[in-house]
């Protein structure tokens, strides 16, 4: 079974930094894809960064160039550094991972393991 858990959110003033961990364990496969979501009050859950076991990694314009998603060398510990943050970037941030190196959002959200979620709050 695999378990998900998220740490490091907080509170940061606007144009600071924080970094996110999240603890991956239980899966077994050679392919797949992992990454991190965030769900704001009152909007829909958005994808942030998404790496693939190739390494491969795609953000959103809308953290590109500020976010950066990584993994430890074992693959079981994933990682999301955030600088210069925005009022804009609140929101409850999520990890997930799910099988095979192709994905969507439709995908994660059908197939994927969740964790529950750490909150980043980023004040003016």
């Known amino acids: 079974q695999v378990q998900v858990a998220e740490s490091g959110g907080g509170s940061v003033q606007e144009g600071g930094s924080l970094k996110l961990s999240c603890v991956i364990s239980?899966?077994?496969?050679?392919?797949?894809?992992m990454g991190w979501f965030r769900q704001a009050p009152g909007k829909s859950r958005e994808v942030v960064a998404i790496i693939d076991s190739d390494e491969v990694a795609n953000y959103p314009p809308s953290v590109k160039g500020r976010f950066t998603i990584s993994q430890d060398d074992d693959k079981k510990t994933l990682y999301l550094s955030m600088n210069s943050l925005k009022v804009e970037d609140t929101a409850m941030y999520y990890c997930v991972i799910k099988r095979g190196r192709q994905w969507s959002e439709l995908d994660f959200s059908r197939f994927g393991s969740w964790g529950q979620g750490t909150q980043v709050v980023v004040s003016s």
């Open positions: 239980g899966y077994t496969w050679d392919r797949y894809c």
